[in-house]
């Protein structure tokens, strides 16, 4: 087996599991319950299909053409370190504009969190009592 077919099949399995990945992410979007579950499933899965296409893109120039594409190399770590950040942004502002939970959701952590971290600002905001 030659060297450019083993390559050829590990782009083709790069770009067919991206394309899953996204397309998985599309039904995710459309059947899953709430805002909460519909943006995990974008961000986790749109995510590592974007990624994974990207990869197959590099591999195959690299082997191929020879040439190494910096372009396509910060486009990887540009989606890694952007997308969840984005993605857990868009969840946090959801949950502050008081979006509700799906009914199968079990309990809701971030409303402890953010009950207790009132409870300590309004402690730090109180005036103290001016001796005379």
């Known amino acids: 087996m030659d060297g450019n077919v083993v390559i050829e099949w590990i782009v083709a399995i790069l770009v067919l599991f991206g394309t899953a990945m996204s397309l998985l992410s599309s039904f995710g979007l459309l059947r899953l319950p709430d805002v909460y579950n519909r943006a995990h499933a974008t961000t986790k899965a749109a995510t590592l299909g974007i990624l994974a296409i990207l990869l197959g893109a590099f591999i195959y120039f690299f082997f191929s053409h020879g040439v ?31 979006s509700p939970l799906a009914p199968i959701s079990v309990q809701d952590d971030l409303q402890e969190l953010q009950k207790n971290q009132k409870e300590v600002d309004d402690e730090k905001v109180r005036p103290v009592e001016a001796e005379s």
Not at 68 to 91: C, K, N, Q, Y
């Open 68 to 98: 190494s594409s910096i372009r396509l190399l910060l486009g990887i770590v540009f989606v890694f370190l952007t997308a969840p950040v984005a993605g857990h942004l868009i969840i946090r502002s959801a949950h502050r504009y008081g």
